[in-house]
């Protein structure tokens, strides 16, 4: 289901692929959320399950659910 893939993804993506890590200075514990519409919405709730990880959250025309966001409900 969407949650499950949600979870996997944000557990297995690297954000910089290894190549480009030895080129670039890379944080990878640190994780820009941007996206727009439903994707801002989806960087507001990776953003609040994932807090440690987030460097910045840009939703461009994004929706939230203050529920969602505290965890109250998936």
Same mark, same amino acid.
């Given at each position: 289901n969407a949650l499950k893939a949600r979870d996997y993804? !944000?557990?297995?993506?690297?954000g910089v692929p290894a190549d480009l890590q030895s080129t $670039?200075?890379?944080? *990878?514990t640190k994780i820009i959320y !941007?996206?727009? *519409? &439903?994707?801002g919405h989806g960087c507001w709730v990776q953003s609040t399950h994932y807090p440690d990880r987030a460097l910045a959250v840009v939703p461009a025309a994004g929706w $939230?659910? !203050? &529920?969602?966001l505290m965890g109250l409900i998936c």
């Open positions: 993804l !944000a557990q297995t993506l690297p $670039y200075r890379v944080d *990878s !941007a996206g727009h *519409s &439903m994707g $939230y659910n !203050a &529920m969602t």
